[in-house]
C-alpha cells in the first residue's frame, strides 16, 4: 500500500510538491519551442541561491489576488504562519482530509494558479536564464584597440591582484616573468578579462531584479555604475576557459574566503587547460598584490547556483539554441515563418532589457554598449 503524504512542509517544499510530474501539462512556447516549466521551476527552488527568497517571490505570484488566495485556503493550512506571507521557517499542510497528491491536484485544475506558476517561470527563465547565457560579440581590432578608462583601471588592477596569469586553466601570457618552478602553465597572447556576473547586467534592470530575488539580496550595488568592473567582479581567463566560464560548464565556489573550481559537467570532455584541474581544487586568488579585492563571495556562488539551476534544469541545449537562431536573425540571415515568429520573441527579450536607470557620470559616450559586447577582451604585454 502506497503511504500517503500529509506532512507538514516549508514553502519550497510545497511549491516542489505542487511541481511534481503528473499527467496535467505545464509549459509556455517561446521562440517556436514548447518549454516544460517543471523542471525549471523545480531546479530555481531546489538549486538557487536562496531558495527562500525564489519560492517566496513564487508564492507571491500565485498570491496576488483575492480569488487566488480563497482557493489556496481551501487546499493548504498554514503552519504557524499567514496564509498570504508564510516564513522561511513554516510552511503548510494539507487541508483535513487530504494529502499532498490531492492538494497538488487540485492546485493544477484552477486555471488562475497554473498561469500564475508559468509566467512566473517564463519570466525566470527569459530575465535570467538567457539573459545571463547570451553569448558576447567577437571585438573588431578598432573595438579592441580603443580602451576607455574604466576598462584600463579594470584591466590592471586584475593583473596586480593575479599577475598575468589566469589561475583557471593555468595560463599565462607569453611575455610575462618566469612563473615558480613545480606548475606547468599554458602559454597564450591573449588573456580576457571576465566578469563573473556578465556586463550586460548593468544595463538590463530585469536581469538584476532577477538577480537578487535569486540572491536573496539586492544587487543593484553590486552591479551597476563603475561596480560593475569592479575587480571583485573580474577574473583573469584565456579565451577558452572564458566561453567555459560563460556556458556554466565551471564555476567557482566560496566558503569562508577558500575558493575551488567546480566542473558542473564531469562527464564532458573539457578543453586540456581545464581537464587537468581536479574538481573542488583550490584557486589562491590575490598572490600578486592581496590589497586589491578578490572574487566577490556573493557572485562567485550566485554565478555557481545559476550553473547548477541549468544543469538540473537541463536547459543548456535548449537556450544554445534559442540564442544560435537569435544570432542569425540578428545577422539577417532569416527568412519564412519560422524566422517571423523567432524574430518576435527575441525583439520581446530586447525590449525586456531595455534600461530606465541613469548611468554613471565616469561612462563616457559608447562605452556601456563597447563593454557588454567585448566583455573586456585584453591582449596583456
Known amino acids: 500500500m502506497t503511504e500517503l503524504d500529509n506532512s507538514d512542509k516549508t514553502l519550497p517544499e510545497t511549491l516542489i510538491t505542487i511541481l511534481e510530474p503528473c499527467e496535467v501539462p505545464l509549459s509556455f512556447d517561446y521562440h517556436n519551442r514548447t518549454i516544460d516549466v517543471r523542471p525549471i521551476a523545480t531546479a ?4 538557487g541561491y536562496d531558495s527562500d527568497s525564489i519560492a517566496l517571490d513564487l508564492w507571491k505570484r500565485v498570491t496576488d489576488s483575492p480569488q487566488k488566495i480563497e482557493l489556496l485556503k481551501k487546499l493548504l493550512r ?14 503548510f499542510v494539507p487541508r483535513r482530509a487530504r494529502t499532498w497528491q490531492e492538494a497538488r491536484s487540485n492546485f493544477l485544475q484552477s486555471d488562475d494558479l497554473k498561469a500564475s506558476v508559468i509566467w512566473w517561470t ?5 530575465d535570467l536564464l ?12 578598432s573595438e579592441r584597440n580603443t580602451p576607455t578608462r574604466n576598462q584600463e583601471a579594470f584591466r590592471r588592477k586584475l593583473f596586480d591582484r593575479d599577475g598575468v596569469v589566469s589561475l583557471i586553466g593555468r595560463v599565462k601570457n607569453s611575455r610575462s616573468p618566469p612563473v615558480p618552478p613545480g606548475v606547468i602553465y599554458f602559454s597564450s597572447a591573449t588573456l580576457q578579462g571576465a566578469h563573473i556576473i556578465p556586463f550586460s547586467a548593468n544595463s538590463h534592470p530585469e536581469l538584476r531584479n532577477a538577480l537578487s530575488v535569486f540572491a536573496g539580496r539586492s544587487v543593484e550595488m553590486l552591479l551597476t555604475g563603475s561596480q560593475i568592473n569592479d575587480p571583485s567582479n573580474g577574473l583573469l581567463l584565456d579565451p577558452t576557459t572564458h566561453q567555459a566560464f560563460g556556458e556554466f560548464k565551471i564555476g567557482i565556489e566560496c566558503r569562508e574566503k ?20 581536479n574538481d573542488q581544487e583550490a584557486l589562491l586568488f590575490g598572490m ?6 578578490s572574487p566577490s563571495e556573493l557572485l562567485c556562488n550566485v554565478h555557481l547556483a545559476i550553473g547548477y539551476v541549468v544543469r538540473e534544469s537541463n536547459a543548456s541545449q535548449t537556450i544554445s539554441a534559442i540564442l544560435e537562431d537569435e544570432e542569425e536573425f540578428n545577422s539577417g540571415n532569416t527568412d519564412g ?8 520573441s527575441y525583439l520581446e527579450r530586447k525590449l525586456r532589457g ?11 559616450p559608447g562605452e556601456q554598449e563597447r563593454l557588454a559586447r567585448d566583455d573586456h577582451v585584453i591582449t596583456a604585454g
Open 44 to 47: 530555481l527552488l531546489r538549486w
Open 78 to 91: 498554514p503552519c504557524n504562519a499567514h496564509m498570504v506571507l508564510p516564513s522561511s521557517e513554516s510552511g
Open 122 to 126: 517564463r519570466d525566470f527563465y527569459l
Open 130 to 141: 538567457l539573459t545571463i547565457m547570451a553569448p558576447s560579440h567577437t571585438p573588431t581590432p
Open 258 to 277: 577558500t575558493y575551488r573550481l567546480r566542473k558542473l559537467y564531469p562527464d564532458i570532455d573539457l578543453p586540456e587547460m581545464l581537464a587537468r584541474h
Open 288 to 293: 600578486n598584490s592581496p590589497s586589491v579585492p
Open 337 to 344: 515563418d519560422y524566422w517571423l515568429a523567432a524574430g518576435a
Open 354 to 364: 531595455l534600461a530606465s536607470a541613469n548611468y554613471s557620470d565616469t561612462h563616457d
